[in-house]
């Protein structure tokens, strides 16, 4: 597998045209307080009545051309995640494909089918939804605060030591949430093992009449990954309130101050509104936070599970300098062959000759003085065909 950047390098092109649809979407977000606040400064106030069905086509225009961009945007991450996950599983897939036995003696099937379904899953969002939640959350802020910053300085400390403390809340989150997700994925791995271990040897489990162990088995890790579910769930609940509420009284707090900057004259009531309508963008980033640190963690524990696979290397490697056969016709010989695993020995000095079109099967006997060992080489074959 290549390293995570790389698949997003390869497609640098189409993010560096999401995230400029992004940037276009988010100055016309902005646009929208800008034209309240001349309907109620230069029209209602002012008495410029003449400006009104410009300033209503004006906010028209601005409408579809947010639609238009915001809608190139969402189906550029999407289209671009999904290629990038794509890619992930595939190399995941051609990575395990390349390891040695050795490993899958140690690995259960269900581990390997979590990491290549339910984690790339994890990965793809952190490339698509998530990871343009988070640079639009960056862009919007910035653009909301310099439109604050503009108007009434005084006024943006408010939202501006707001946003930092629910940046606080979200990391603080993000860290106690980034544990019970690798918990999470190591079970729901034991969980998958579980079922397909069951459902795979289930003539074996009811010609035993195991129906009702097998069941207990499957209950109890049922009943863990349930509880680390809602171990999660209590460290959401315990913040995410803060974040929704801060993104309901920051328009408060900022409509009350504001107006009494508009009564000492400091601030026009146009300005004001158009604050105010800042201010309340402020508010969906903050309650974004704690869903996006919930997701970011979830898909950085997916991440550490990948890399731990990758980081795996076959016992046998092919050689770049290796010989390429062309077509290969006619017997097979093996002269003295032997064969062992984990340092025992299966096979000594076997030789044969096997025709085209043939096939041999071995069958290894039992070796007494190996008691733990009889049941693997009873049903140990190699089977060896020629074309």
């Known amino acids: 597998?290549?390293?995570?950047?790389?698949?997003?390098?390869?497609?640098?092109?189409?993010?560096?045209?999401?995230?400029?649809?992004?940037?276009?979407?988010?100055?016309?977000?902005?646009?929208?307080?800008?034209?309240?606040?001349?309907?109620?400064?230069?029209?209602?106030?002012?008495?410029?009545?003449?400006?009104?069905?410009?300033?209503?086509?004006?906010?028209?225009?601005?409408?579809?051309?947010?639609?238009?961009?915001?809608?190139?945007?969402?189906?550029?991450?999407?289209?671009?995640?999904?290629?990038?996950g794509s890619d992930v599983r595939k190399d995941l897939f051609n990575h395990i494909q390349s390891l040695?036995?050795?490993?899958?003696?140690?690995?259960?099937?269900?581990?390997?089918?979590?990491?290549?379904?339910?984690?790339?899953?994890?990965?793809?969002?952190?490339?698509?939804?998530?990871?343009m939640l988070l640079i639009e959350v960056t862009l919007h802020v910035s653009f909301i605060l310099y439109c604050m910053f503009s108007r009434n300085w005084k006024l943006t400390f408010l939202p501006l030591l707001t946003?930092?403390?629910?940046?606080?809340?979200?990391?603080?989150?993000?860290?106690?949430?980034?544990?019970v997700y690798e918990d999470i994925s190591e079970e729901n791995a034991v969980l998958t093992t579980v079922a397909e271990e069951n459902l795979a040897g289930v003539r074996?489990?009811?010609?035993?009449?195991?129906?009702?162990?097998?069941?207990?088995?499957?209950?109890?890790?049922?009943?863990?990954?349930?509880e680390l579910n809602i171990t999660q769930s209590k460290v959401m609940v315990k913040y995410y309130p803060i974040f929704q509420f801060v993104g309901k009284a920051l328009p408060v707090c900022t409509t009350v101050l504001g107006g009494i900057s508009v009564m000492k004259g400091e601030m026009s009531l146009g300005a004001l509104v158009a604050f105010v309508e800042y201010s309340k963008n402020c508010t969906w980033p903050m309650e974004m936070m704690g869903w996006l640190a919930n997701d970011l963690s979830a898909g950085i524990a997916s991440i550490?599970?990948?890399?731990?696979?990758?980081?795996?290397?076959?016992?046998?490697?092919?050689?770049?300098?290796?010989?390429?056969?062309?077509?290969?016709?006619g017997e097979v010989a093996f002269e003295n062959v032997s064969f062992a695993v984990d340092e025992k020995q299966i096979l000594k000095d076997v030789s044969f000759t096997l025709p085209a079109g043939k096939t041999l099967g071995i069958m290894v006997l039992p070796v007494p003085e190996s008691p733990q060992l009889s049941i693997f080489y009873s049903v140990f074959m190699i089977r060896v065909k020629v074309w």
């Open 204 to 226: 074996t489990v009811k010609a035993f009449a195991r129906e009702e162990h097998e069941i207990q088995k499957f209950l109890s890790h049922n009943k863990r990954y349930y």
């Open 304 to 329: 550490k599970k990948i890399r731990k696979i990758d980081g795996e290397k076959p016992e046998i490697e092919n050689k770049a300098d290796a010989v390429v056969l062309g077509e290969v016709k």
């Open 163 to 179: 946003m930092i403390g629910c940046g606080a809340a979200a990391i603080i989150m993000e860290r106690k949430m980034d544990k």
């Open 1 to 84: 597998m290549k390293k995570l950047h790389t698949y997003v390098l390869r497609y640098w092109y189409g993010y560096l045209f999401a995230i400029v649809c992004m940037v276009l979407a988010i100055a016309l977000d902005m646009l929208y307080p800008v034209i309240t606040e001349s309907i109620i400064d230069d029209v209602i106030l002012g008495g410029q009545h003449e400006l009104l069905t410009k300033l209503l086509v004006g906010f028209a225009i601005v409408g579809a051309g947010r639609a238009v961009f915001g809608y190139y945007k969402e189906f550029t991450f999407d289209k671009l995640s999904s290629s990038v």
């Open 100 to 131: 040695s036995m050795n490993y899958f003696a140690d690995t259960n099937t269900g581990e390997l089918m979590a990491r290549v379904k339910d984690d790339v899953d994890k990965i793809w969002d952190i490339f698509g939804m998530v990871g």
